[in-house]
């Protein structure tokens, strides 16, 4: 799969790219509120890629500059489980610098809001990742409430943490 996504291009991840993969998953700023444990090694990189190619429902795509196809750049997740798609984003320090997941996030979800059974467009957010929450309402998600102890996130505790819920509907559009 392949599209292209104002300045980027949404494509798949091939477990060749474990390298550049590492890159994002390597870094501690870069996974600080994901589900995973920071990786250690590229093998951890390949392992999440070949993980997430293996499951129908539920992908992580690789995000790259459409003047620089291969270099990753960040990645998207992506789940559509009936009418509902969930979304989860991250980008390399380098380019959350340039607002690169801003610049992505809100012409992505516009993106996942052209298929035609999807209505709802969902994400949470760790309640303390401050530029995790700005950047989804700038999205145009609106906030829907807090979720107590919703999801694991290792990098902070062992515990599952509090998040906010956002979403987009089609209404909103």
Request: aromatic share 14%.
């Amino acid at each position: 799969m392949q599209a292209e996504i104002s300045y980027f291009i949404l494509r798949d991840v091939e477990p060749w790219e474990g390298a550049r993969v590492f890159r994002l998953t390597g870094d501690p700023k870069v996974t600080r509120y994901m589900g995973f444990r920071t990786h250690t090694d590229e093998a951890q990189a390949v392992a999440l890629i070949e993980r997430y190619r293996m499951d129908a429902s539920t992908r992580w795509f690789a995000v790259c500059y459409r003047e620089a196809p291969l270099d990753i750049v960040g990645l998207a997740g992506l789940e559509v489980r009936g009418h509902a798609a969930t979304t989860s984003l991250m980008f390399r320090s380098d380019w959350k610098a340039r607002g690169a997941g801003i610049q992505f996030a809100e012409p992505f979800a516009a993106w996942i809001m052209t298929h035609p059974t999807v209505w709802r467009l969902w994400s949470y957010v760790h309640v303390d990742n401050l530029l995790g929450q700005r950047a989804t309402v700038r999205t145009g998600a609106k906030p829907e409430g807090r979720l107590r102890r919703f999801e694991f996130f290792p990098n902070i505790s062992d515990e599952p943490q509090d998040v906010y819920v956002y979403s987009i509907v089609r209404d909103d559009l």
